[in-house]
Antibody, heavy 120, light 110 residues
Framework: QVQLQESGPGLVKPSQTLSLTCTVSGASISTGGYYWNWIRQHPGKGLEWIGYIYYSGSTYYNPSLKSRVNISVDTSKNQFSLKLSSVTAADTAVYFC????????????WGQGTLVTVSS | QSALTQPASVSGSPGQSITISCTGTSSDVGGDNYVSWYQHHPGKAPKLMIYAVSNRPSGVSNRFSGSKSGNTASLTISGLQAEDEGDYYCSSYTTHSFYVFGTGTKVTVL
């Protein structure tokens, strides 16, 4: 059974960089056929896809966030990470990581999410 | 890229069937058969219910079914049960190689 767990600071100051890590167990990030995603949910709102990375390092980002987002992968630790720069209160959200199945273009397994609040 | 359009809420009595629509464009829902549906209970991990328009992952009840016509996809829940309450989101992989989600639908079992 694949499990994903988000971790990182729950509070980030405005203008700083939000950094989160997703640790994967039960599957290897290096296995082809999957991509590794970040999604967020603003309080009381719907889901917003942030971006994904393939184990080879190829990335795709939401155009609306592309200038501030960086997703990286550490295959030795079976982890992938999100960095979102120049954050504002509008970036306060629950952040989820998820494993995507390339062949079906779907998000098959999800973490429980972690709340990140942007505030001074 | 705009969010896909879903009704804000849908309700039904136990045993009834309900359908949730998801309307997009020819660049997403209508572009290919990459529509998925997720069930989400706040505080928990979203759960994949349907992928590739009409396919159920292992372990998902056959009371859940999906379909698509043109730029609109639909999720039908048959034999509605109390445990089906929650938020439902559609998503589509677009022709530009990224995902877009629906606005979300709150399902209430009366």
């Amino acid at each position: 059974q694949v499990q994903l767990q988000e971790s990182g600071p729950g509070l980030v100051k405005p203008s700083q960089t939000l950094s989160l890590t997703c640790t994967v167990s039960g599957a290897s990030i290096s296995t082809g056929g999957y991509y590794w995603n970040w999604i967020r949910q603003h309080p009381g709102k719907g889901l917003e896809w942030i971006g994904y990375i393939y184990y080879s390092g190829s990335t795709y980002y939401n155009p609306s966030l592309k200038s501030r987002v960086n997703i990286s992968v550490d295959t030795s630790k079976n982890q992938f990470s999100l960095k979102l720069s120049s954050v504002t209160a509008a970036d306060t959200a629950v952040y989820f990581c998820a494993r995507g199945l390339v062949a079906a273009a779907t998000l098959y397994d999800w973490g429980q999410g972690t709340l990140v609040t942007v505030s001074s | 890229q705009s969010a896909l359009t879903q009704p804000a809420s849908v309700s039904g009595s136990p045993g009834q069937s309900i359908t949730i629509s998801c309307t997009g464009t020819s660049s997403d829902v209508g572009g290919d058969n990459y529509v998925s549906w997720y069930q989400h209970h706040p505080g928990k991990a979203p759960k994949l219910m349907i992928y590739a328009v009409s396919n159920r992952p292992s372990g998902v009840s056959n009371r859940f079914s999906g379909s698509k016509s043109g730029n609109t996809a639909s999720l039908t829940i048959s034999g509605l049960q109390a445990e089906d309450e929650g938020d439902y989101y559609c998503s589509s992989y677009t022709t530009h190689s990224f995902y877009v989600f629906g606005t979300g639908t709150k399902v209430t079992v009366l």
